[in-house]
């Protein structure tokens, strides 16, 4: 289990809308779960709830490892 802090592209704005919604915020803490590239996907730990996503929306989110 790795912790991170959330980053995004600002000029990216349907990302930024898709991220607030399902509050993945800049400074936020991340817990990434799992990999699975042979199905595409990410699951991370934003709060208290685990969220499923594909490869393509988890590159558009940047994150600095937590100290």
């Known amino acids: ?3 991170f ?6 000029a990216d ?3 930024i809308s898709t991220f607030d919604e399902e509050g993945i915020l800049p400074g936020e803490p991340v ?3 799992s990999v ?3 199905r595409g ?4 730990r934003i709060g208290e709830r685990s969220l499923v996503m594909g490869t ?3 590159s ?3 994150v600095n490892r937590a100290k």
């Open 1 to 3: 289990v790795m912790r």
């Open 31 to 33: 817990v990434l779960e």
């Open 60 to 62: 558009r989110i940047w």
């Open 56 to 58: 393509q929306v988890a």
């Open 13 to 15: 704005f349907a990302a």
């Open 36 to 38: 699975a590239p042979y």
């Open 41 to 44: 996907t990410v699951t991370a």
């Open 5 to 10: 802090y959330c980053r995004t592209n600002t």
